[in-house]
């Protein structure tokens, strides 16, 4: 149990496209689920905390309007990443709880990796 | 802000060998956890803390909640060479569901 998919696990685009990535999980329903950006030889930083049915909650620094949020199910969550440029590269990574295993585990998606050319 | 304090950054073992990293704060929380990650893949939860004092193992791996609630420490024993990837510490404070990385402990093991 407790497992969570994310969709694609790579992606590779130009400058200035917009890129949708998606967050579910399969065998729970999550009404919280999180966003993680990962850069190269560093740690997890959270982005965004999603909430089914309301607005995300994002962190200090991140653009609301750069990094869109979208949790319409409580098994799917999606960032999309509009109008990208080549800063924008980097692995994102989304959690959720799950209620059978506790609130305070977080289970993690395989990540996506972003490269924007 | 909270930051947790990981260590050591990197380990170069031979297989075979235990291991022992761990976590310190400032600040106090009431759950540690610890993950492994995979190059190109998500974080896979190791072992989960809910008490001061708590010490839980899961096969060869050993984790405690520091008394203090400031620490953790995470221990593996008899290292093989599938341990290879990188070991993340995280916490949870009271009343929030934000979970706080350490900055990560890479492990090599060498056959």
């Known amino acids: 149990g407790a497992v969570v998919s994310q969709h694609p696990s790579r992606v590779i685009c130009k400058s200035g496209t917009s890129v949708k990535i998606e967050c579910r999980s399969l065998?729970?329903?999550?009404?919280?689920m999180f966003w993680y950006r990962q850069f190269p030889k560093k740690s997890l930083m959270l982005m965004a905390t999603?909430?089914?049915?309301?607005?995300?909650?994002?962190e200090q620094g991140v653009e609301k309007d750069k990094f869109l949020i979208n949790h319409a199910s409580l098994t799917l969550s999606t960032l999309t990443v509009t109008s990208a440029h080549p800063e924008d590269s980097s692995f994102y990574i989304c959690?959720?709880?799950?209620?059978?295993?506790?609130?305070?585990?977080?289970?993690f998606g395989p990540g996506t990796r972003l490269t924007v050319l | 802000g909270q930051q947790l304090n990981q260590s050591p950054q990197s380990m170069f073992i031979q297989e075979g060998e235990d291991v022992s990293m761990n976590c310190t704060s400032s600040?106090?929380?009431?759950?540690w956890l610890w993950y492994k990650q995979d190059p190109g893949e998500g974080p896979v939860l190791l072992i989960a803390?809910?008490?001061?004092?708590e010490l839980t193992s899961n096969g060869r791996l050993t984790a405690q909640f520091g008394i203090t609630r400031k620490d953790s420490f995470l221990n593996i024993s008899a290292s093989i060479p599938s341990d290879v990837g990188i070991y993340f510490c995280?916490?949870?404070?009271?009343?929030?569901?934000?979970?706080?990385f350490g900055t990560g402990t890479r492990l090599q093991v060498f056959p």
């Open positions: 995280a916490a949870l404070s009271y009343n929030t569901d934000k979970l706080i």
């Open positions: 803390l809910y008490k001061a004092g």
């Open positions: 600040s106090i929380f009431n759950t």
């Open positions: 999603s909430n089914e049915g309301s607005k995300a909650t994002y």
């Open positions: 065998d729970f329903q999550a009404t919280t």
């Open positions: 959690s959720a709880r799950s209620p059978v295993t506790g609130d305070n585990e977080q289970f």
